[in-house]
Structures are given as C-alpha cells and as structure tokens.
C-alpha cells in the first residue's frame, strides 16, 4: 500500500535536546512538506522542499531543520532553540508542487516535553 | 487577512441530521483550487475533495455534497443524515499559484460532532 509513514507517534524532549521525527513515502511523490497543529487550531507551515536536495522554510521555520537527500525521505528535526515545540506535527507529500495538486498526510507525531 | 474563514468552530448534531460546514475564501486570482479535508481523532488528514476555479458544477460522493459559489467565494460542505463516524474536523484549504509553485493554505477547521 502506498502511503506516508511517520515515527515515532509520540515523541518526548528534554530540555536542550535536539530531536528528529522522521517521515517516508512511497508514492514516488517529488514534494514533502512539514506542518505544525497547536491544540485547536489549524496547519502551519514549516519546511517543504521541491526535489531532493531542495527545501524551503514555510510560516514558522524558526528552531527547526530539514534534510532532503533521498525523494522517499524529509525527517524533520526540532532543535533546542525552538522554545515552545510541544505540538502535534504533521507530514504531507504531493506529487509536485502544481497548485492543481492534493496533498497526502501521514499520520502524524505528538511531541511533548518532559 | 484569512485567506480561508471556517466561522463554525465547533458543531454539534444528532446522528441522522443533515449539516452544513461553511467555507469561504479570500484570493485575487482567478485560477486557484479548493480542497476539503477530514482529520478525524487518529489525527491523519484525509483529502475529500478538489474544485479548482471554473467548475462551479456542484459534486455529491454519497452522503457528502459540495456546494461551489464563485460569486461569494464559498465552497461550503455538507453531510446528508449524519454518522458518528462523520465526527472529526474538517479542514478547507485554498490552493493558488506562486513563485515556488504552490501557496497551500488550511482554513482553521470546524469541529464537528455528530452524537448517537
């Protein structure tokens, strides 16, 4: 089944550490992208990136990172300067960056801090 | 500006009621695209449906219909005899073309619960 896998479900910081969520398709899709959903409230965008080795800060990049070495792969990393990261996030690809285009999500990973 | 109003943050219905979840949308193009989605409480994003700009023709997908009003620049959703399974939010999304490609944004959702 073609789809977008995200792990952990939940994932849990401490303070001053650096994690990293990760995020695989196998819908041969050529864009990925990164959302952020606060309690009640809608997606915003982090990071999305084109094409491997391509990416491009959303809304709200601030304290995060992104890497794109493989079109299969966007993991996203959540550093110790992003002060308030306890969110749930979502990972979302299409097939290129079309305006005409959906985009698929996976199913997601909540982050707290312990 | 919102460039997408969901005004209903949250609604209540019974099971078997019908219900409208409105959307309406701001942009200055005149080529875009509308999508709705649904995030029921596993929290994945489920896509419903696409509209792009000149087809106004109104869908139906079973229990699910899509009313597309240029005029107003609505794209209202609504649910015919509704299920608990229904219950989730609903997220409508405007899609328009730009620099990079694609400018992709999320209305803030309606909540909706549909009670047995």
């Known amino acids: 089944d073609g789809g977008i896998t995200q792990s952990p479900k939940y994932l849990f910081r401490k303070e001053g550490q650096n994690v990293t969520l990760s995020c695989e398709q196998n819908l041969n899709h050529d864009a990925m992208y990164w959302y952020r959903q606060d309690p009640g409230q809608g997606l915003r965008l982090i990071y999305y990136s084109q094409i491997v080795n391509d990416f491009q800060k959303g809304d709200i990049a601030e304290g995060y990172s992104v890497s794109r070495e493989k079109k299969e792969s966007f993991p996203l990393t959540v550093t110790s300067a992003q002060k308030n990261p306890t969110a749930f996030y979502l990972c979302a690809s299409s097939m290129d960056r079309g305006y005409n285009q959906p985009q698929h999500f996976g199913d997601g990973t909540r982050l707290s801090i312990l | 500006a919102q460039k997408v109003t969901q005004a209903q943050t949250e609604i209540s219905v019974v099971e078997k009621e019908d219900v409208t979840l409105d959307c309406v949308y701001e942009t200055r193009d005149t080529t875009y695209y509308l999508f709705w989605y649904k995030q029921p409480p596993s929290g994945e994003l489920v896509f419903l449906i696409r509209r792009n700009s000149f087809d106004e023709q109104n869908e139906i997908s079973g229990r699910y219909s899509w009313n597309f009003q240029k005029s107003t620049s609505s794209f209202n959703f609504t649910i015919t005899a509704s299920q608990v399974v229904d219950s989730a939010v609903y997220f409508c999304?405007?899609?328009?073309?730009?620099?990079?490609?694609?400018?992709?944004?999320f209305g803030p959702g309606t909540r909706l619960s549909v009670l047995p």
């Open positions: 999304a405007l899609s328009e073309r730009d620099n990079y490609g694609q400018n992709f944004v």
